[in-house]
């Protein structure tokens, strides 16, 4: 089938990253509202930099491919840099999608804010876990 | 050895012949001289429009046979859409003094479907009638669903995703009793399994040249002597002022030469063969591979269809992943669909959207061979497996978020 580009092709036949990660820092969970597909993204974070990434994906040939990509491309990459990858990015970096299947690129740039979220906010908790804590133990 | 030919070069095996079959040598033949010897119009005086002519009513006897109807009662069409629409409007539009409903099912092919929704922008109302878990419609149904306001049933003969043969027969004493005309798309069955209108009762019956090793581009309404009808295209007095247009010669040639073909194959034994190797198909895949569902009735089902829903994956990656071993396939998922919307026929019959996302559908033609069957079934399951390791869902459908 060639309507999908070589590049598509070539994450699609041999996706990189695929699995979980035990411990992971972040986990994104999407489900794509157009078709129904799921995806589910684990990031692993030292020093602000995302060191490893590992995907799961329930959907079509773009779908995977995008996944596989996606976590390619945040490998190293700070979590300020991390954000700015956008779907348009992952379809570019790609050689394209057909214009049906720009919709499971979402997938996986969604799938990495939400794991970058997740991030957060587990830090955030921790945080304030450690100042009620502290205030704890100075009353 | 599976899939790959002499010299390297891969060995395709084609098992998508509801979508369309390759067109028979022998018809190709057939078509050839009425491109550049016989070219003329068969509503011509001359030498050249007669001998067109004389080609065109040969078609139609053949056809006619095919299906124990009279060659009056055959009309050529464009195609197997053109010829649903037709019925469908024309029925609609010339008996709309005697009533404005019409009675069909859930799981009809889109030419059926998007006319009766044309209809109910019109002023007329119709009825969708569900299916069993099999796919197929209860004659009670449409029994209860007939008012005095009915003027057609349309229920397809059987169904081209999960091959589902429809009881028409039965349908068709209902819809007899009644005195409402009743119309079948034959499109998947004309040619693969005996067909007689009579027998079925059915006043119209669609056809499709593709989809019996025919052309392209021409189909055949049957229309069942006295039925009232208005035409869809309107033009020139071509079939009997049925269906407008300058007849297209080399396919109904085609579509003649297709049918005859087709009834020599039936005599010949073709259904049990291919039977046999659908049959073989189900049974060693869902052996070997577990979470996979047989769409359709078991028995009442077409003789090349095969439909399977293979859990936690999706029909698309399916697809590619079976294309890159030179399988041809295709599947209701969604991410296939065109519209993102899984198979209608799918969910009428039940399927959850998640479950539907995984169907395949493979359906065999009068090539295909033991070992192309061999071949399937010894790389899908591998395939499943490989993007069974990608899902997120393994062995259940836990963490799925309504
Ligand atoms: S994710 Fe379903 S169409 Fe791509």
């Given at each position: 089938?060639?309507m999908?580009?070589?590049?598509?092709?070539?994450?699609?036949?041999n996706?990189?990253?695929v699995?979980?990660?035990k411990?992971?820092?972040?986990?994104?969970?999407?489900?794509n509202?157009?078709?129904?597909?799921i995806?589910?993204i684990?990031?692993?974070?030292?020093?602000?930099?995302?060191?490893d990434?590992?995907?799961k994906t329930?959907?079509?040939?773009?779908?995977?491919?995008?996944s596989s990509?996606?976590t390619?491309?945040?490998?190293?990459?700070?979590?300020?840099?991390?954000?700015?990858?956008?779907?348009?990015?992952?379809?570019?970096?790609?050689?394209?999608?057909?214009?049906i299947?720009?919709?499971?690129?979402?997938?996986?740039?969604?799938?990495l804010?939400?794991?970058?979220?997740?991030?957060?906010?587990?830090?955030?908790?921790?945080?304030?876990?450690?100042?009620?804590?502290?205030?704890?133990?100075?009353? | 050895?599976c899939?790959?030919?002499?010299?390297g070069?891969?060995?395709?095996?084609?098992m998508?012949h509801a979508?369309t079959?390759?067109?028979?040598?022998?018809?190709?033949?057939?078509?050839?001289?009425?491109?550049?010897?016989?070219?003329?119009n068969p509503?011509?005086?001359?030498?050249?429009g007669?001998?067109?002519?004389?080609?065109?009513?040969?078609?139609?006897?053949k056809?006619?046979?095919?299906?124990?109807?009279?060659?009056s009662?055959?009309?050529?069409?464009?195609?197997?859409?053109?010829?649903?629409?037709?019925a469908?409007?024309g029925?609609?539009?010339a008996?709309?003094?005697?009533?404005?409903?019409?009675?069909?099912?859930?799981?009809?092919?889109?030419?059926?479907?998007h006319?009766?929704?044309?209809?109910?922008?019109?002023?007329?109302?119709?009825?969708y009638?569900?299916?069993?878990?099999?796919?197929?419609?209860?004659?009670?149904?449409?029994?209860?669903a007939i008012t005095?306001?009915?003027?057609?049933?349309?229920?397809?003969?059987?169904?081209n995703?999960?091959?589902?043969i429809?009881?028409?027969?039965?349908?068709?004493?209902?819809?007899?009793?009644?005195?409402?005309?009743?119309?079948?798309?034959?499109?998947?069955?004309?040619?693969?399994?005996?067909?007689?209108?009579?027998?079925?009762g059915?006043?119209?019956?669609?056809?499709?040249?593709h989809?019996?090793?025919?052309?392209n581009?021409?189909g055949?309404?049957?229309?069942r002597k006295?039925?009232?009808?208005?035409?869809?295209?309107?033009?020139?007095?071509?079939?009997?002022?049925?269906?407008?247009?300058?007849?297209?010669?080399?396919?109904?040639?085609?579509?003649?030469?297709?049918?005859e073909?087709a009834?020599?194959?039936?005599?010949?034994?073709?259904?049990?063969k291919?039977?046999?190797l659908?049959?073989?198909?189900?049974?060693?895949?869902?052996?070997?591979?577990?979470?996979?569902l047989?769409?359709?009735?078991?028995?009442?089902?077409?003789?090349?269809?095969v439909?399977?829903?293979?859990?936690?994956?999706?029909?698309?990656?399916?697809?590619?992943?079976?294309?890159?071993?030179?399988?041809?396939?295709?599947?209701?998922?969604?991410?296939?669909?065109?519209?993102?919307?899984?198979?209608?026929?799918?969910?009428?019959?039940?399927?959850?959207?998640e479950?539907?996302?995984?169907?395949?559908?493979?359906?065999?033609?009068?090539?295909?061979?033991?070992?192309?069957?061999?071949?399937?079934?010894?790389?899908?399951?591998k395939i499943i497996?490989?993007?069974?390791?990608?899902?997120p869902f393994?062995?259940?459908w836990?963490?799925?978020?309504?």
């Open positions: 089938m060639s999908y580009s070589d590049k598509v092709m070539e994450h699609f036949k996706p990189h990253n699995g979980e990660i411990d992971a820092d972040g986990i994104g969970e999407v489900g509202p157009i078709c129904g597909d995806m589910k684990y990031i692993k974070v030292k020093d602000d930099k995302i060191v990434c590992k995907f329930f959907g079509c040939g773009a779908a995977i491919a995008t990509m996606v390619e491309m945040v490998k190293g990459k700070t979590i300020e840099e991390a954000l700015e990858i956008s779907n348009k990015t992952v379809a570019e970096a790609l050689g394209g999608l057909p214009p299947k720009m919709h499971c690129s979402n997938l996986a740039a969604d799938g804010s939400k794991a970058i979220e997740d991030y957060k906010k587990k830090i955030q908790d921790s945080k304030l876990k450690t100042e009620i804590k502290n205030q704890c133990k100075k009353m | 050895m899939g790959k030919g002499v010299n070069f891969m060995k395709r095996i084609y998508d979508a079959t390759p067109t028979d040598n022998e018809v190709v033949k057939a078509m050839e001289p009425y491109f550049t010897q016989k070219y003329g509503n011509s005086i001359h030498s050249f007669q001998e067109a002519r004389d080609a065109v009513e040969e078609a139609r006897k056809v006619a046979h095919l299906i124990g109807a009279n060659p009662e055959i009309i050529f069409t464009g195609g197997g859409t053109e010829s649903d629409n037709f469908i409007k029925i609609a539009w008996n709309q003094k005697k009533g404005n409903h019409i009675i069909t099912s859930k799981i009809e092919h889109h030419a059926v479907l006319s009766c929704q044309f209809l109910e922008k019109h002023g007329f109302r119709v009825t009638l569900p299916v069993d878990k099999y796919g197929l419609i209860d004659p009670d149904n449409v029994k209860k005095d306001q009915t003027i057609l049933v349309t229920i397809m003969h059987a169904n995703e999960i091959g589902a429809e009881p028409i027969k039965e349908i068709g004493k209902v819809v007899k009793e009644a005195g409402i005309y009743f119309h079948t798309d034959s499109v998947q069955t004309v040619g693969h399994i005996p067909i007689d209108v009579n027998d079925l059915v006043d119209m019956l669609s056809m499709s040249g989809k019996l090793y025919g052309p581009g021409v055949v309404l049957y229309l006295g039925t009232r009808i208005d035409s869809l295209i309107g033009g020139g007095s071509q079939e009997k002022n049925r269906r407008a247009g300058t007849e297209n010669v080399a396919g109904i040639v085609g579509m003649g030469k297709a049918a073909l009834e020599k194959r039936l005599v010949q034994g073709e259904e049990d291919l039977i046999k659908r049959d073989r198909l189900i049974k060693e895949i869902t052996e070997k591979v577990d979470h996979v047989l769409n359709g009735h078991p028995k009442k089902r077409l003789p090349g269809n439909n399977l829903c293979f859990e936690f994956i999706e029909g698309e990656s399916m697809l590619l992943n079976l294309d890159m071993e030179g399988v041809a396939a295709s599947s209701g998922s969604a991410c296939t669909s065109g519209s993102l919307e899984p198979s209608h026929v799918l969910l009428a019959i039940g399927l959850p959207p479950i539907a996302h995984g169907s395949l559908r493979l359906t065999l033609g009068k090539d295909n061979t033991e070992e192309e069957v061999e071949c399937v079934i010894d790389i899908l399951p497996e490989k993007l069974r390791a990608l899902s393994k062995g259940s836990e963490g799925l978020k309504k």
